[in-house]
């Protein structure tokens, strides 16, 4: 491939991946998660940037974060919670998500699935402000009956999930997001996370940080020693990049499970008090979706 066609590949890429707003609706997916000093960040950036562009949201910030906001959903009695600190080889969780300090409409239905270790995510874009009524209303409904594109039905298996699990809206959780896409591979992504906070939330379904209410989450004692940034590599399944199995080697990374719904709803245990009086018996088992409709 001559250079000229490889800057021409490199531009349509940016132009067509370079935002998190346009994160495929169906992603499977790896998802490596390490920690680590926050001194590290600009020597991997250097490493990347041959490889991959800032998305549109990094772009845009002047230091490159970004404020990401996800309202994370669970069962009266912390099902998915609970399947995480098992470690149930098959488990989900729900949330929903939006950007910035003072986020406004889109907002984003997300669930992640996981099985073992690979990653797949539905994320359907809704545009609703009454965001309680978005996810308890059936979605033909909404849709006038209209034939259900992939937005319409990752939106309608949040719903589904929503109603069977009893999920209701429990932690916010917020961090800063410096985000990469790869400029050559089809999909492939890393970002580092800063300054993890969060603030108990199960009155309202709208992700939107009350500034009052936040309180920090990225204690010492989360992190390994020495560390204070969450770093994720993230690819399709069929294929890793040479440059990303390049980085880990040349970093020394070490690959290790760091769950933000997790961390920040132990703090709401610290100063709250949740776990009062769960009654596990009362959970509802795995709940399967048709995955021929995925």
């Not at 912390?78 to 488990?91: G, I, P, Q, S, T």
């Not at 300090?101 to 239905?109: D, G, K, T």
């Not at 965001?131 to 209209?146: I, S, Y």
Request: proline share 5%.
């Amino acid at each position: 491939m001559s250079a000229i066609a490889q800057q021409e590949k490199v531009e349509t890429v940016k132009t067509e991946k370079h935002s998190a707003s346009k994160t495929p609706q169906v992603l499977e997916r790896y998802e490596l998660k390490y920690t680590i000093p926050l001194d590290m960040v600009e020597p991997m950036c250097r490493f990347i940037e041959p490889y991959c562009s800032l998305d549109e949201y990094s772009e845009k910030s002047s230091d490159n974060y970004y404020i990401v906001n996800s309202l994370y959903f669970d069962t009266p009695n912390l099902h998915f919670f609970y399947n995480k600190d098992y470690e149930c080889l098959e488990r989900f969780n729900m949330r929903i998500r939006s950007y910035g300090e003072s986020p406004q409409p889109p907002y984003f239905l997300e669930i992640k699935k996981k099985r073992r270790d690979i990653i797949k995510k539905y994320r359907a874009k809704i545009f609703e402000t009454d965001v309680k009524k978005a996810v308890e209303v059936r979605w033909d409904h909404l849709n006038g009956g209209k034939p259900r594109d992939k937005n319409t039905k990752n939106a309608d298996l949040f719903r589904n999930l929503h109603f069977t699990y009893g999920a209701e809206p429990k932690v916010l959780v917020q961090y800063k997001r410096k985000a990469y896409f790869s400029n050559y591979d089809e999909y492939a992504r890393v970002t580092f996370d800063i300054n993890l906070r969060s603030m108990e939330q199960t009155d309202s379904y709208v992700p939107l940080p009350v500034e009052s209410r936040m309180y920090p989450a990225d204690y010492e004692n989360v992190f390994d020693i020495g560390t204070s940034v969450i770093l994720e590599l993230k690819c399709y399944t069929s294929y890793v990049p040479l440059w990303m199995m390049d980085l880990i080697r040349s970093f020394n990374l070490r690959q290790r499970g760091f769950s933000k719904y997790q961390t920040c709803l132990f703090r709401a245990f610290e100063k709250y008090g949740y776990l009062t009086s769960m009654n596990m018996s009362t959970v509802p088992g795995i709940y399967e979706w048709n995955t021929e409709e995925e």
